[in-house]
């Protein structure tokens, strides 16, 4: 049974940065496509970042060349660099683990954290 526990989020003025990470347990095995989602208010979960076991990534264009998501699989971790952050990245953040692909969509995951905020202004 896989775990995750997120940390890191908090708030900052539009422009910073911040480092988000993934604690997980339970895995038989390194052999899970890792991602990151976000959740704000009113609005439909997003995929802003997946790594697959040998560290290739896909980002939305929302986030490309701002977002760097990154594994340590000795230490099950995952990490979510987040750089020039704009008021429009608020939103609850989430870890996701699953073994159907490397992809952007929810339904392709099915372990998830119970999510970090991170609010810019």
């Known amino acids: 049974h896989v775990q995750l526990v997120e940390s890191g989020g908090g708030s900052v003025q539009a422009g910073g940065s911040l480092r988000l990470s993934c604690e997980g347990s339970?895995?038989?095995?390194?052999?899970?496509?890792m991602a990151w989602f976000r959740q704000a208010p009113g609005k439909e979960r997003e995929g802003v970042a997946t790594v697959n076991l040998i560290g290739s990534t896909r980002y939305p264009d929302s986030v490309k060349g701002r977002f760097t998501i990154s594994r340590d699989n000795q230490k099950n971790t995952l990490y979510l660099q987040m750089n020039n952050l704009k008021p429009e990245d608020t939103a609850m953040y989430y870890c996701?683990?699953?073994?159907?692909?490397?992809?952007?969509?929810?339904?392709?995951?099915?372990?998830w954290g119970q999510g970090t905020q991170v609010t810019v202004s």
């Open positions: 339970g895995f038989t095995d390194s052999n899970y496509f």
């Open positions: 996701a683990a699953g073994r159907y692909g490397m992809a952007l969509t929810d339904y392709n995951y099915n372990s």
